[in-house]
């Protein structure tokens, strides 16, 4: 499974040769199924959602080479991208959403096959162990139901943190499992 875990979008340019390298293919032929769900959750001023996306852009990929899904809206082969790519928002929504259709089980499949997944805020935390992170953070639950991670990685992962040092410090006090701390800007690759 190869996995890269984001907290904006942007990565640094060490991240960025790892994630090139999980690729036997280059950037320009890069199929990338972009996930947009988390956003439908998130209220407020969304302009880095055109920020970000210019992220994806930097990276070399070409825009017909992306195709915008939300979770729900129709049937799709995961299979048939070279990458996932899970936007950020508001993660409640995101598990609530992963959760009610039944997409981790298709999702994680697709991964086995090879296809990359890369987590940006929401979309890194769902990929954790634990939703706890996105209340740290500040993100609004959807109801009073606690949702399953997808536990790609066996850590909670904290996004933003350089935006919320003290509370999560706090938070990490009682974690008592791994955490992966990411400061905008930063990513780290994984491969198990």
């Known amino acids: 499974m190869k996995l890269v875990l984001t907290s904006c979008g942007v990565i640094n340019a060490d991240v960025r040769e790892k994630f090139f390298a999980l690729f036997d293919k280059a950037p320009e032929k890069l199929r990338l199924l972009y996930i947009t769900t988390a956003v439908d959750g998130e209220s407020g001023d969304k302009s880095w959602v055109d920020e970000e ?12 080479n992306i195709i915008e899904y939300k979770i729900g809206e129709a049937d799709v082969d995961l299979r048939d991208f070279d990458a996932i790519y899970m936007m950020g928002g508001n993660s409640f929504y995101l598990a609530k959403k992963i959760y009610d259709y ?12 090879g296809v990359v997944y890369i987590g940006s805020s929401a979309g890194s ?19 009073d139901r606690d949702y399953p991670c997808l536990n790609l990685v066996n850590a909670a992962v904290l996004p933003h943190a350089n935006k919320r040092v003290a509370e999560y410090a706090e938070w990490l006090r009682g974690w008592s499992g791994e955490a992966i701390l990411l400061k905008n800007g930063e990513g780290v690759v994984i491969e198990r």
């Open 125 to 143: 935390i769902v990929a954790g162990a634990t939703l706890a992170p996105a209340a740290v953070y500040g993100d609004e639950p959807v109801d």
């Open 102 to 113: 039944g997409f981790g089980e298709s999702l994680k499949a697709a991964l086995e096959t």
């Open 53 to 64: 996306f210019a992220t994806i852009l930097d990276l070399g990929i070409r825009e017909e």
